[in-house]
């Protein structure tokens, strides 16, 4: 793990979906499975992600039903996290996933590729 601080990153991405549908593929386990990684387990407060052989641990550190889910990895410092926020604009009733991510600076632009990809992920997954 590397001792040079991380920089927060913020995103957000337009997802032509409902609050309801998109807090589901961010939050549970078959939603994640979908976009995000090949497979998701949940223990506890514990969810547990899968890519081929490699396996990462994140604790949820906050979950707002409808709203937004917040997750630690195990192995990263205290005050880094990854959120997934959904905002729906009260007017246009347009919804939007912010992602809130902690990147390596000198990996910032293959960081930033790598959640527009996910999130076109996301956006198949959810036909939108």
């Given amino acids: 793990m590397t001792t040079q601080k ?3 990153i913020r995103l ?8 309801a549908m998109l807090y ?5 386990p078959s939603g994640l499975a979908g976009w995000f990684a090949d497979d998701v387990d949940i223990y506890n407060n514990l969810y547990k992600f ?16 409808g709203k937004c889910i917040k997750f630690k990895w195990k ?10 926020e959904i905002i729906q ?12 991510d902690f990147v390596d600076v000198a990996d910032e632009a293959n960081s930033i590729q790598l959640w527009e990809s996910q999130i076109h992920e996301l956006k198949t997954s959810l036909g939108a």
């Fill in 89 to 100: 604009d009260e007017l246009t009733d347009d919804v939007a996933l912010v992602v809130t």
């Fill in 12 to 19: 957000e991405f337009e997802i032509k979906a409902s609050p």
């Fill in 50 to 65: 899968k890519w081929n052989k490699d396996e990462q641990i994140a604790e949820v550190l906050k979950k707002t039903a």
């Fill in 6 to 8: 991380k920089k927060k």
């Fill in 75 to 84: 192995d990263s410092k205290p005050d880094e996290y990854f959120e997934f």
């Fill in 24 to 28: 589901n593929s961010i939050s549970s």
